[in-house]
């Protein structure tokens, strides 16, 4: 059954859905994007994507085509005529299409933005499998450019990182720099090491992952300690438990790292508590 999407203001089936082969997005990755679950119907940390959505914005210079009220009517309209109870809702904007390719950005006055949503459902998206055996992870070198703080679309190198992580008999992948873990490929990292969760400092380094933000919040909340900074592969090869957070996947344990056993190998109970948390209290303040 073909999807409604939404793109520039219309509501179509997906098969009519047509942007400009001129599209920044499409020639030069010029654009960034979201993804909001949806469970019960309902939108998860919706607030907090937009407010992502915004400062990614800013960083490239680039307008919203719509207020922040207009997109939240958008995914609800999404989500009634696709019929979603769990699933996800993918927004992208780009710098739009322009007459002809040139490195120098179109004047936004001619050149309106291309806004494009469009669901994805997942039934039984909090009750994934494999949170309760736990994931395998890989690590690999982070060559990603340096501003990985906005949510843009070149996602090339994560694809990457998840194929490796795919030809290695691996779920993911875990980047390094200078022998310290930054992030997953569309997920921050965790670990745990004596009842301390420890993941790696707000910077240009990491995206702000509106998950790790509530997960951090919830986990102090709990009376859980909590430490941002920085920690090495090895250090994570030696951690008690380990875990990655994002949109998709919620709070998601990981069990192996390079072929090794974290912990005992099976999913801990600092990452087991915070996912009961999250999807807790998530609930409760969707829209």
Same mark, same amino acid.
Not at 65 to 76: G, K, Q, S, W
Not at 201 to 225: C, K, P, W, Y
């Given at each position: 059954?073909?999807? @409604?999407? $939404?793109?520039? #203001?219309? $509501? ?12 920044? #997005? ?6 960034? $994007?979201? +993804?909001?679950?949806? %469970? ?28 922040? !009220?207009?997109?939240?009517? &958008? ?28 490195? +120098? ?13 469009? @669901? ?14 736990? =994931?395998?992870? =890989? ?9 990985? !703080? ?17 030809? *290695?008999? *691996? ?12 992030? #997953? ?5 965790? =670990?745990?090491?004596?009842?301390? &969760? ?15 933000? *509530? ?20 250090? /994570? ?16 344990? +990981? ?16 990452? /087991?508590?915070?996912?009961?948390? $999250? %999807? ?8």
């Amino acid at each position: 059954m073909s999807r @409604t999407v $939404y793109l520039n #203001g219309d $509501y179509l089936p997906e098969t009519e859905a047509r942007v400009s082969i001129f599209d920044r #997005g499409f020639l030069m990755a010029d654009g960034v $994007y979201e +993804v909001t679950s949806v %469970l019960d119907g309902k939108l998860i940390d919706f607030d907090g994507h937009a407010v992502r959505l915004e400062r990614s914005l800013r960083e490239l210079d680039m307008d919203s085509p719509v207020t922040r !009220d207009e997109l939240l009517a &958008i995914h609800r309209e999404l989500v009634a005529r696709n019929g979603i109870t769990d699933g996800m809702i993918y927004l992208q904007i780009t710098r739009g299409a322009p007459d002809d390719r040139d490195f +120098v950005f179109p004047d936004p006055e001619t050149t309106p933005p291309t806004i494009v949503l469009f @669901t994805q459902n997942k039934p039984g998206l909090a009750d994934n499998p494999a949170a309760r055996v736990g =994931i395998k992870v =890989i690590g690999i070198e982070d060559q990603r450019w340096g501003r990985r !703080d906005i949510k843009t679309v070149q996602l090339l190198y994560p694809s990457l990182g998840k194929m490796m992580a795919k030809k *290695a008999g *691996a779920d993911d992948a875990w980047m390094i720099e200078d022998g310290m873990v930054t992030e #997953g490929t569309s997920n921050n990292a965790y =670990i745990v090491k004596g009842g301390k &969760i420890i993941t790696r400092a707000l910077s240009n380094d990491i995206l702000h992952g509106i998950t790790r933000a *509530a997960v951090l919040r919830f986990a102090r909340e709990a009376q859980m300690e909590v430490e941002e900074r920085s920690f090495s592969i090895d250090e /994570a090869r030696a951690a008690d438990e380990a875990f990655i957070t994002s949109a998709s996947t919620f709070v998601m344990p +990981v069990v192996e790292l390079d072929g090794q056993p974290v912990g005992n190998g099976q999913p801990g109970p600092v990452a /087991a508590r915070l996912r009961e948390i $999250y %999807l807790d209290e998530s609930r409760k303040a969707a829209i």
